[in-house]
C-alpha cells in the first residue's frame, strides 16, 4: 500500500508571509498531483509534475518533485487570503494499480488578512 | 460547461435507509470514480470505471455498489446506510488513467443518523 504523508496539516499565517507545504512518501510515483479544494467544493487541480527533480510555477506558488520521485513539495510566495484552502497531493503509480491515485491527507491552510 | 454534476448536495439518513447518489459528466470520459472525505483523512476511492460496463472496487468498497450503464452517468447505491457512512462523497472523471487529471464534483454531504 502507497502512503503520502503531508505536513504541516494545519497551518495558519499572516497575508504577506512565505510557506511551504511537505509531501512523503517511501514510495516511487510515476507522477503526482496537487490540488487545492475550497469548502463545500470538489478538488481542483493545480499542477502535475511528472520527472524527478522537477519545478514547476504557478504565479506566487512553486512546485517540486523530488529526484527519486517519493516526496514534493509546494511553496507559496506572499501568500494571499485567497491562498486559503485544503491543499492535496495525490501520487500516480504504476503497472497494476495505476488507475487508483493516492491521496494524502491534506494541509489546511489559512492565510489571515 | 457543466463538467462533473452531483445530486444531492445534502442529505440525511436514517440507519439502514437506502439511497443512491447521481454523477453525470458531459466531457466523454471514459474513467470515472467515487471518493469519499473523512476530515483528516484525505479522499478514499470507493469504486472507479474504466469504461461503460466496466467497475471494479477501490479501497473502501464495503456498503456501496455502483453501475456504469452509460459514459455519463456513474450512480453509487449506499444499501442498508450506516453511521460509519457518513461522510463527503466526490464524483470525479478523467480522460485517462493513473497521472491524468481528475475533474471533481461539488460533493455530496450525507449524515446518517
Known amino acids: 500500500t502507497q502512503l503520502l504523508e503531508q505536513s504541516p496539516q494545519f497551518l495558519s499565517i499572516q497575508e504577506g508571509e512565505n510557506l511551504t507545504v511537505y509531501c512523503n512518501s517511501s514510495?516511487?510515483?510515476?507522477?503526482l498531483q496537487w490540488y487545492r479544494q475550497e469548502p463545500g467544493e470538489g478538488p481542483v487541480l493545480l499542477v502535475t509534475?511528472?520527472?524527478?527533480?522537477e519545478v514547476k510555477k504557478l504565479k506566487r506558488l512553486t512546485f517540486q518533485f523530488g529526484d527519486a520521485r517519493k516526496d514534493s513539495s509546494l511553496h507559496i510566495t506572499a501568500a494571499q487570503p485567497g491562498d486559503t484552502g485544503l491543499y492535496l497531493c495525490?501520487?500516480?503509480?504504476?503497472?497494476?494499480?495505476?488507475?487508483?491515485?493516492?491521496f494524502g491527507k491534506g494541509t489546511k491552510l489559512s492565510v489571515i488578512p | 460547461n457543466a463538467g462533473v454534476t452531483q445530486t444531492p448536495k445534502f442529505r440525511i439518513l436514517k440507519i439502514g435507509q437506502s439511497m443512491t447518489l447521481q454523477c453525470t459528466q458531459d466531457m466523454n470520459h471514459n474513467y470515472m470514480y467515487w471518493y469519499r472525505q473523512d476530515p483528516g483523512m484525505g479522499l478514499k476511492l470507493i469504486y472507479y470505471?474504466?469504461?461503460?460496463?466496466?467497475?471494479d472496487k477501490g479501497e473502501v468498497p464495503n456498503g456501496y455498489n455502483v453501475s456504469r450503464s452509460t459514459t455519463e452517468d456513474f450512480p453509487l447505491r449506499l444499501e442498508l446506510a450506516a453511521p460509519s457512512q457518513t461522510s463527503v462523497y466526490f464524483c470525479a472523471s478523467s480522460q485517462g488513467p493513473g497521472g491524468e487529471k481528475l475533474f471533481f464534483g461539488s460533493g455530496t454531504q450525507l449524515s446518517v443518523l
Open positions: 509534475v511528472v520527472t524527478g527533480g
Open positions: 514510495s516511487v510515483f510515476s507522477s
Open positions: 495525490a501520487g500516480a503509480g504504476s503497472g497494476a494499480g495505476s488507475y487508483q491515485l493516492t
Open positions: 470505471s474504466v469504461g461503460a460496463g466496466i467497475t
